[in-house]
């Protein structure tokens, strides 16, 4: 219970909102029509590979692996 109470709290953090924001604001304008599907893959795309990145850099410096 103190684990899922942890993962909620990490996504309540500005970084993950506003991936998510991002991420429904960009899906909505391309169900309109109003932005490209390749502009939409565009930055939908450097927008999760920066999330994920910082994740996976943030995991190596805790478990002490220093690269």
Excluded: H, P
């Excluded at 998510?20 to 391309?30: G, S």
């Excluded at 502009?39 to 410096?61: C, D, P």
């Amino acid at each position: 219970m103190e684990e899922l109470q942890k993962r909620l709290s990490n996504l309540l953090t500005i970084k993950s909102m506003v991936t998510l924001i991002l991420t429904a604001v960009f899906a909505w304008l391309t169900c309109g029509g109003r932005v490209s599907a390749e502009e939409f893959l565009t930055v939908f795309t450097v927008v999760i590979a920066f999330y994920f990145g910082t994740q996976a850099e943030r995991g190596s410096r805790k478990s002490g692996d220093g690269t």
